[in-house]
């Protein structure tokens, strides 16, 4: 008796060679290294740094304006907390110049006009705190209505009563005024 037995079909049953070669590994090997090879990743795949944002238009009109209004409202706080101190503060005059370097900076924009105009503004803001502080004080001293006191002295009048003062501290808190307005404007346009 015979048996018969159908052979597999060719597709379904492995080869034995294939069976018994292993897979080569994907890494390189003696000869990869001999042969162009794709680019890897470079560092910059890595790093995966952004654009900086564009920097805004300069707008120097609109930077002079606001700081003109921080010097003027600067000057009134300045002559205020002198007065109720009954001195002056570097702190306070270096407050008044970053206050008027950053309205010109950030409102201005990278103008490089900007700082030098920080840096005056923030003298006059100084000053005129100053001699507010001297009308605040006079109205104090002779019991008359501040309005009375500049409306009577006049600027003029009250510009004499500092140069009489002639202290060295002034002069020094309005150069302290000028370097902060100027680095604060610098800064913050940056």
């Known amino acids: ?17 294939a069976a018994a070669t292993p897979t080569p590994y994907p890494g390189p090997s003696g000869a990869d290294f001999l042969q162009p090879q794709a ?20 707008n120097l009109g609109l930077g002079i304006v ?16 002198m007065n109720a101190i009954d001195r002056e503060i570097g702190y306070a005059a270096i407050g ?3 206050l008027v370097g950053l309205a010109a900076g950030k409102i201005g ?17 100084v000053f005129l705190g100053q001699l507010f502080f001297y009308a605040l004080a006079l109205s104090e001293a002779t019991g008359i ?12 009048g009250l510009v004499d009563v ?10 020094l808190f309005l150069a302290l005024g000028a370097f902060a307005g100027f680095s604060t404007a610098k800064k913050i346009a940056a």
């Open 1 to 17: 008796m015979s048996q018969q037995i159908q052979p597999p079909a060719p597709d379904s049953t492995p080869a034995p060679e």
């Open 39 to 58: 680019p890897g990743p470079s560092g910059a795949d890595f790093l995966q740094v952004q654009a900086p944002a564009p920097a805004r238009p300069a």
């Open 96 to 98: 008044v110049g970053a």
């Open 162 to 171: 500092w140069k009489e003062d002639d202290a060295f501290m002034s002069f």
């Open 66 to 81: 606001a700081a003109v209004v921080a010097a003027l409202a600067a000057a009134a706080a300045y002559g205020g907390i």
């Open 145 to 156: 209505g501040l309005g009375d006191v500049l409306s009577t002295m006049g600027v003029s």
């Open 109 to 125: 924009g990278r103008n490089p006009v900007l700082p030098v105009i920080g840096a005056v503004l923030s003298v006059a803001s």
